[in-house]
């Protein structure tokens, strides 16, 4: 297991954004399906380190939540991966029920665009 010296290092060697948050793209492990979007800052970061769970921050309710903390939908983390700008995270979890808060199995169930032939 990674020190919590290591670990504090490694989280702050990332950007965060203004509001001290980072975009956060978790994919199914297992087949590469997009399940969500959300943000982290240092602290959920940490937890989600530390419990191989998926921590969030939100920006809606100000406070830290752990996906699936009431709906029992959790995301078991396989792998943590950071962009080439250390300014994104992608999550590689193993899904327990939908991701989405609609009930979908990702959030990005919704077409936006298709271009013509």
Sequence with gaps: M???????????MLTYNQ????????????????LMLAYMNRESLQKTME??????????RQKLWQKG????NIQQVKEIFYDCDADTLLVKADQ???ACHTGARSCFYR?????ED
């Design 51 to 60: 419990t191989g769970l998926t921590w969030f921050w939100s920006r809606s």
């Design 19 to 34: 509001q001290d948050l980072i975009p956060t793209i978790v994919q199914d492990y297992r087949n590469g399906d997009v």
């Design 69 to 72: 903390e009431t709906s029992g």
């Design 111 to 115: 077409s936006f665009f298709v271009p």
């Design 96 to 98: 327990t029920g939908p």
């Design 2 to 12: 990674m020190s919590s010296e290591k670990m504090l290092e490694m989280i702050d």
